[in-house]
């Protein structure tokens, strides 16, 4: 009997450590704009500015966020240009089931390191957005020169809540950047 016992709950040990999900942090935490594969990319986007290696949202569903985020910044500026004082917003989104520690705090710190890691935008006008789905965290992370201020930031995030409270995290996102790129008019 002890050994029937010993065995189930081995057994489901290891089920369940098997397909546990990864709890992500920024050092392992795979490059939308580098590693297209482990991000779940949808081919034929370049570049590619979604990162979903559980695979939160449908190809589809990534593809669109991926154009919303490429237009962004002509719609929140000029692209193409050097000059740092006309260039639009660049963004990225981060998406995870999990992140290591599952705090507010940790999300905060996961998305800035992410930012200043990854230097996908030279003028310091990139903004990182991470969602972390189970743990429900979400953070936004800017460089110093985005028009938008953490209150705003802030204040769109509210704006959206309910969505992500129902689990719309998708449609949550949307609208996020729709009114990113209303408030910040070229």
């Known amino acids: 009997m002890v050994k029937a016992c010993l065995f189930c709950f081995f057994l489901i040990l290891y089920f369940s450590s098997a397909f546990a999900q990864e709890k992500w942090s920024a050092k392992g935490y795979p490059n939308p704009l580098s590693e297209y594969f482990l991000c779940n990319a949808v081919f034929n986007q370049s570049p590619n500015r979604v990162c979903d290696p559980d695979r939160i949202f449908e190809d589809q569903e990534r593809s669109q966020l991926n154009d919303l985020l490429n ?26 089931s999990r992140i290591n520690g599952g705090t507010s705090k940790d999300a905060s710190n996961m998305a800035n390191q992410l930012l200043s890691k990854w230097t996908f935008d030279r003028c310091n006008r990139g903004i990182l957005i991470l969602l972390a ?18 209150a705003v930031f802030t204040e769109i995030f509210n704006s959206q809540a309910s969505l992500f409270k129902q689990g719309q995290f998708y449609q949550g996102l949307v609208n996020m950047l729709e009114e990113i790129g209303n408030r910040v008019k070229s």
């Open 133 to 150: 789905k189970d743990d429900t965290k979400f953070w936004t992370a800017r460089g110093q020169d985005v028009p938008v201020t953490g």
């Open 71 to 96: 237009g962004l910044e002509g719609k929140t500026g000029q692209t193409n240009t050097s000059n740092c004082s006309h260039k639009g917003i660049t963004g990225v989104i981060v998406l995870a």
